[in-house]
């Protein structure tokens, strides 16, 4: 091998192995479980896009993942790129049938609260939630991204991807607001033991969250995703479809997954879709 080849190995970087598949397939998959399949690629655009063209006959609890993500999306169309074998990049299929589908849009937020608890277990880092999807920790006494989370209609289910920065370093961070869990102090960073966490998680919570038939409230996830939201009881910022601009109070997260927003004159006015900044209330400022 030449030293060219050596610096492009998947083993080139000792502190960032890959994936073991085998290992995680005998972990996760199970003929009683959620998980249905497992694969890993070395690299690809976006997991997301990837199951989403296949999603005309996959079976539910397919899950993607990228040992390096190319270009990774975001919400609003943002790009997601990290080094290879820094972070978890990955995508999961599920078809929640009988649950109506208006109420599908909990699911990105239920992968939130899923992936903090998964997280709290695996990686002992306290992960707040931004609304509606992304994924904050505390580095010092600055709050910032560690990770997000996309989910989009295909075929008879729903996409989630999830992207999640492990083991960046300072100098890798795409954005001073970014963070990993390694920043944050996390107890492991071992990549295997998070997704196992993760997934084991997202299944326990999925599998709630149906047998309620997509009740949010009678399934917990309502409490358990306003306990873990970082969003309720700061003002904010949300700039909404339109160019429109609403600044106030997050006060609640009703029923249908929407952020409360609380005006100056009093008025509440539920918000379905924006983009959301923190104003004040949060250790480090803006977010």
């Known amino acids: 091998m030449t030293p060219s080849d050596a610096s492009h190995s998947r083993w080139s970087d000792l502190d960032r192995p890959p994936l073991n598949v085998p290992a995680l397939r005998r972990g996760l998959l199970r003929p009683d479980g959620l998980w249905s399949a497992l694969d890993v690629v070395d690299a690809t655009g ?152 993760v997934l084991r998680s997202l299944e326990q919570w999925y599998g709630k969250w149906r047998a309620a038939d997509g009740d949010a409230a009678a399934s917990g996830l309502q409490e358990a995703y306003a306990a873990g939201c970082a969003t309720l009881g700061r003002t904010v910022r949300a700039q909404l479809p339109g160019d429109r601009t609403l600044t106030g109070e997050a006060v609640a997260i009703d029923g249908d997954g929407r952020l409360v927003l609380s005006a100056g004159d009093g008025l509440q006015e539920p918000v379905s879709a924006g983009d959301i900044v923190h104003l004040r209330g949060a250790a480090g400022g803006l977010t």
């Open 46 to 197: 976006s997991t997301n896009s990837d199951l989403a063209a296949r999603a005309t006959g996959l079976t539910e609890g397919t899950v993607l993942v990228a040992e390096e993500q190319t270009a990774g999306r975001g919400r609003l169309d943002r790009t997601w790129t990290a080094p290879a074998r820094s972070g978890l990049f990955f995508s999961v299929y599920l078809t929640p049938g009988a649950v109506p589908v208006q109420r599908w849009g909990w699911l990105p937020l239920l992968t939130g609260v899923a992936v903090a608890t998964g997280l709290a277990r695996s990686a002992g880092v306290d992960t707040a939630l931004k609304w509606p999807n992304d994924l904050l920790v505390t580095v010092g006494t600055q709050e910032r991204k560690a990770g997000g989370i996309l989910a989009e209609r295909a075929g008879d289910g729903v996409v989630i991807g999830i992207g999640l920065n492990v083991s960046l370093r300072e100098d890798e961070l795409p954005a001073p607001t970014a963070a990993s869990l390694a920043l944050a102090g996390a107890v492991s960073t071992d990549r295997e033991t998070l997704l196992r966490g």
